[in-house]
């Protein structure tokens, strides 16, 4: 496709795929303008590099084709370096250490910064910022 976004549906919404999200086999269709982080295709990439059986990395790298046809991922760019402060140190007035969530915060923040809102299949990880973006467990 080519584009940042899917199709705009008739809600228009906007939403941000979590990496849990676009490596599960069993997700329901999402309606509305949807997006990857550029952090997710780092992840996927990732993936694709320490899969040590051929079967495995040969379809995390199908996967990752598909992706990146479908999706021009959003970067990491100043307004989601300025949304990571934001939300890290959210996660530090909840009591609980950003450093161990990097990846997740930078993720969290691109969609803070885009007005989007964050599809996940591990809400857990994004605790301490629910005043701050809008999370949807999928």
Do not use: K, W
Not at 4 to 19: I, K
Not at 20 to 44: C, F, H, K, N, Y
Not at 113 to 120: I, K, M, Q, S
Request: hydrophobic letters at 45%; a positive charge; charged letters at 20%.
């Amino acid at each position: 496709m080519g584009s940042s976004v899917t199709a705009r549906s008739e809600t228009g919404e906007r939403g941000l795929l979590d990496t849990s999200v676009v490596i599960a086999q069993d997700v329901v269709p999402l309606s509305g303008v949807l997006a990857i982080s550029a952090v997710t295709l780092a992840e996927l990439h990732f993936g694709v590099l320490v899969a040590r059986a051929d079967d495995v990395r040969a379809e995390r790298l199908r996967r990752l084709s598909v992706l990146q046809r479908r999706f021009d991922a959003l970067p990491l760019d100043d307004a989601v370096a300025a949304s990571y402060g934001r939300l890290a140190a959210a996660v530090v007035a909840s009591g609980r250490q950003p450093r161990r969530r990097v990846r997740d915060l930078l993720i969290a923040a691109t969609a803070h910064a885009h007005g989007a809102t964050l599809y996940t299949r591990n809400p857990g990880d994004f605790a301490g910022l629910e005043r701050l973006i809008t999370i949807h467990p999928l």
